[in-house]
């Protein structure tokens, strides 16, 4: 999302320092994600005379704040699809992929305690991959993550980057609200992506993807929430289908509701 803020500002003379003011404050990731990137300024450059700062960092991200045992969500915030530099040695590894692949990813970090609350369930994916599978798609998922898919090819990729650059060989992808989906977002892949009641579309959903939280609103909890179950066990096997399908057969209208497609759901706005 960061580098999505930072699109354009090297045509303003620009680049954005991510940080409270003072100090560029990185994260774990924050060097592979923005390798390359001409918009961003690197740590050990707060004083040069370009700098643009943007208070987004861990702990400040803008689109939540914490409360009590879970995220409040500020419904203002809308993301730019990021940006992802690669280099030619990635490019070639993509290039070795068999493209026009379906992206079914079941996995969701399953070390944060968030997790129960952002997964649709093994046996749901697998419905789904078994009925695209019979329709003639090929079904691909990445190596990563314990839960595995019958049926389906692995994309061997180790690191976060080679997931990116191997989802532009694919034609779309079925997967959680995270990380993922935004990378789908920056690299241009359509997706149908499952949020489930935990954070609403609205706030980090794409127009480019069909987003789907069941029919509930987003109640932001930090540990495992019988309402997220509930909204997740709301989005139906068909209901993705259809979205997947509609995406396949490119009739996906972003003007007419990519941003969030709700099922209907008791207890939902």
């Not at 003072?22 to 918009?39: A, E, P, V």
């Not at 992929?97 to 070390?111: A, D, M, R, S, T």
């Not at 990116?164 to 079925?174: D, E, G, N, Q, V």
Request: aromatic fraction near 8%; glycine fraction near 10%; charged fraction near 25%.
């Amino acid at each position: 999302m960061a580098s999505g803020m930072a699109r354009g500002a090297q045509e303003r003379g620009k680049r954005i320092a991510f940080g409270d003011g003072r100090k560029i404050r990185w994260d774990k990731n924050s060097r592979d994600i923005f390798r390359k990137n001409k918009n961003i300024a690197i740590p050990g450059t707060e004083h040069q005379s370009d700098i643009e700062w943007v208070h987004f960092y861990t702990g400040n991200r803008l689109y939540n704040k914490h409360a009590a045992n879970r995220w409040e969500w500020n419904y203002g915030f809308r993301p730019t699809p990021g940006e992802l530099i690669f280099e030619p040695e990635e490019e070639k590894l993509a290039a070795r992929i068999k493209p026009g692949f379906v992206l079914v990813e079941p996995n969701v970090p399953w070390h944060k305690t968030v997790a129960p609350n952002k997964d649709w369930g093994r046996a749901k994916y697998q419905a789904a991959v078994d009925a695209l599978i019979s329709k003639g798609w090929d079904i691909a998922q990445f190596s990563y993550g314990p839960v595995r898919l019958r049926g389906v090819r692995v994309i061997q990729v180790s690191t976060f980057r080679e997931a990116a650059i191997a989802l532009t060989r694919s034609r779309m992808a079925i997967l959680p609200e995270g990380g993922l989906h935004h990378a789908a977002a920056a690299v241009g892949v359509r997706a149908v992506v499952l949020f489930g009641g935990f954070i609403p579309p609205v706030v980090t959903g794409y127009p480019s993807h069909t987003n789907l939280n069941g029919g509930f609103e987003a109640c932001g909890s930090l540990t495992k929430c019988a309402h997220c179950r509930a909204a997740m066990e709301a989005i139906s096997v068909e209901e993705v289908l259809g979205a997947a399908e509609e995406i396949l057969r490119g009739r996906h209208d972003e003007a007419a509701g990519g941003v969030l497609q709700s099922s209907a759901a008791s207890g939902g706005p």
